[in-house]
């Protein structure tokens, strides 16, 4: 929950952002699982999947008969991936329930309990469970205007997404400022496990800590988590780290772990045309873009959450100090083929130039082009189907170790008046990307145009795992991945 | 708004007028002292557009794709031509109580699309399954405001169309000879 409320309070600092890899604007794209380049047709928003779709039924060059049409879309995206939010959740409820700043503070003054070192373990062997590459929140939003005349087209996208992942870092930090730490901790007892022999051989061998301490720590592992999570090389590499660590300046509690929010908004304007080569068979396109974008981020360490201090105006004030706005060129391009009377197929390739953004916060933010395929088949003059893959992997600016390669698949019922849309999505380069149903519904009368889409994962998320304390019980959401919008439109032949 | 919204029936139907109607009655064989012509177009290309077909200078019906039509013409020469983004000609030299066929379709060519109006004559595989082909189109006929309206719209276009066919480009014209109905 305290995750949740984090991004709250960055979607009100207005660090909004964007950073998908090629964020779905349109209600009728959502409803289709994303394939967007496959059914981009002579809609107004279509120039964005696929420039040369302005060239869609264009007899010749600069051909106006094909029409007018504009377009407005807005949507929201959440995606927790992996089960992050109950994760930290649970990391800041340890840290409450076992009061983890005064055991620290007995730790400093030499009172070292069994039950304590135990439960301060668990919290370690929590912290050390979020260091999965990719692990996060991402939170998106935007809107899009895309006019279309002819063959040429005028947008502005505006979208913006959060991005807030956990940061595990044990280097430095020891279980106390306190050399004699070991000294106190309770004595081991009874035969050791297979594991937990294991795991004191590794304290003495890297650590350099002596048999005894380490038989200690290794016992107090085995019997707050068993031999399992305490034969994971990740496990026993914190400890081992956290045991070089001990008499140091920086103790366990003021561990500099947390969770790093990074933000990335994001206006493209452009221009695009597009050219029949081959007219009726082979439509060329080009998007011409100015990319206005600013960047932010905040770091929130477990300890300063755990303070009980009001930090949500601190973290709106960071955000606004850490801003940064830098601009970019860029350009995507499209071509579309029809080679059969019922067979589209489509290919466009987005932000062509690399992008390094201005970034004040640690690493970068960087965005790499995106080339994605797009084949759409036609029966009995109302049903389409079609099929979107992108060819590259992008990774999230926002949340790095995110790694995206979409595919779509769509499905729609292009009946006279209403449009019955369903889909599937799914991210090829994340193994634990549960996949989207995608669902929508559309109202075209008289070249008007409203569409709704939605999108969701099937897989239910623990957002808030019990309380140690039994005060609030588990709490989950059927999806871990979920976005809608909608979009009105005109669209008209001349 | 409130205009808006009063115009968009009126906009929406700017584009796309009635250019013929659909007719379900068999048609009848031509008469002794005339000629039939069967105008088809059987290829998707182009779908949304309609081409006009002309005898001379009149408009005599629009190919739309996935239909035929006909129209009966006095036996001897006539000149066809089928426009829209371009232009099509064919010389004709009808025979009386005859049936002939003429393929509209339109060819991708670079940054242009090149109408082409095609007679199918004995000896070519069309000709044979001619009757399997119209089958599975539609047959329709024209509606004589909608051929009125076309040709006052387009009358500078079709007189400069026609010119050009009839003097440059006319020994590139196709032939549609007499022996070439059934």
Not at chain 2, 123 to 144: A, C, N, Q, W, Y
Not at chain 2, 172 to 180: E, H, K, N
Request: with cysteine; proline share 5%.
């Amino acid at each position: 929950m305290k995750t949740a409320i984090f991004t709250c309070v960055l979607a009100l600092s207005g660090a909004t952002a964007w950073a998908q890899d090629w964020p779905t604007l349109d209600a009728r794209t959502r409803a289709l699982g994303g394939a967007g380049v496959a059914f981009a047709d002579g809609r107004g928003e279509s120039m964005y999947w696929n420039p040369a779709s302005l060239a869609v039924g264009a007899e010749k060059p600069f051909d106006f008969s094909t029409g007018f049409a504009f377009s407005l879309s807005t949507f929201v995206d959440v995606h927790a991936t992996d089960n992050i939010a109950s994760d930290v959740t649970k990391i800041t409820d340890q840290y409450e329930f076992y009061n983890f700043q005064q055991v620290q503070a007995d730790w400093e003054s030499g009172n070292v309990t069994a039950a304590d070192v135990q439960n301060v373990l668990k919290i370690v062997d929590n912290l050390n469970r979020l260091n999965d590459p990719g692990k996060g929140v991402l939170v998106g939003a935007g809107a899009s205007f895309n006019l279309r005349v002819g063959p040429f087209g005028l947008f502005v996208n505006v979208l913006g997404n959060v991005g807030v992942s956990p940061v595990v870092d044990f280097s430095g930090v020891g279980f106390t400022s306190d050399p004699t730490f070991f000294n106190n901790v309770p004595p081991a007892s009874g035969t050791p496990t297979a594991a937990e022999a294991g795991l004191s051989a590794q304290l003495q061998a890297r650590a350099g800590l002596s048999a005894t301490d380490a038989d200690k720590l290794a016992f107090h592992a085995q019997q707050s988590l068993g031999d399992a999570a305490i034969s994971d090389p990740a496990f026993v590499n914190a400890m081992v780290a956290l045991s070089q660590g001990t008499g140091g300046s920086t103790n366990l509690y003021n561990n500099p772990s947390g969770v790093f929010v990074r933000g990335l908004a994001q206006a493209e304007i452009g221009i695009s045309f597009a050219l029949p080569l081959l007219p009726t068979l082979l439509d060329v396109g080009v998007s011409l873009k100015e990319i206005v974008s600013e960047t932010s981020f905040r770091f929130i360490s477990y300890a300063e959450q755990d303070s009980g201090d009001d930090i949500g105006e601190t973290i709106r004030e960071d955000l606004r100090d850490n801003r940064v706005r830098s601009t970019n060129f860029n350009f995507d391009l499209g071509a579309r083929l029809m080679p059969l009377e019922w067979l589209t197929l489509s290919m466009a390739a987005r932000n062509l130039i690399p992008m390094d953004i201005t970034y004040k916060g640690p690493g970068k933010m960087h965005m790499d082009p995106q080339v994605r395929l797009g084949a759409m088949a036609s029966a009995l003059g109302f049903i389409k189907v079609g099929v979107d893959i992108d060819l590259l992997e992008n990774e999230s600016p926002v949340l790095p170790g995110y790694f995206t390669r979409q595919v779509g698949v769509g499905l729609e019922f292009d009946l006279p008046v209403f449009k019955i849309r369903v889909g599937y999505a799914k991210n090829l380069a994340f193994a634990s990307d549960h996949g989207r149903l995608a669902a929508g519904l559309g109202f075209d009368l008289l070249g008007f145009v409203i569409d709704i889409g939605a999108q969701a994962s099937l897989h239910e998320i623990e957002y808030q795992p019990a309380t140690l304390d039994g005060t609030d019980s588990k709490e989950t959401f059927f999806s871990d991945h979920v976005n809608a919008g909608i979009t009105i439109g005109l669209n008209l032949p001349f | 708004m409130k205009k808006l919204i009063l115009l968009l029936p009126l906009l929406a139907s700017c584009g796309s007028p009635r250019a013929m109607s659909w007719v379900e009655e068999p048609t009848e064989p031509p008469g002794t002292d005339q000629a039939r012509v069967i105008v088809f177009r059987d290829s998707f290309r182009n779908a949304t557009k309609p081409y006009a077909f002309l005898n001379d200078e009149e408009v005599l019906g629009f190919s739309l794709v996935g239909t035929w039509f006909e129209v009966r013409c006095t036996p001897g020469e006539h000149f066809f031509v089928l426009h829209g983004v371009g232009s099509a000609g064919v010389r004709a030299r009808l025979e009386a109580g005859k049936t002939y066929f003429l393929r509209v379709d339109s060819v991708p060519k670079l940054l242009h699309l090149e109408l082409r109006l095609t007679p199918i004559v004995p000896g070519m595989d069309e000709f044979e399954k001619i009757f399997s082909v119209l089958v599975d189109l539609d047959r329709t006929e024209p509606i004589d405001t909608a051929l009125a309206a076309y040709a006052e719209e387009h009358a500078e276009d079709l007189e400069a169309a026609i010119s050009r066919l009839k003097t440059d480009d006319y020994e590139q014209c196709p032939v549609l000879g007499p022996d070439a109905g059934r």
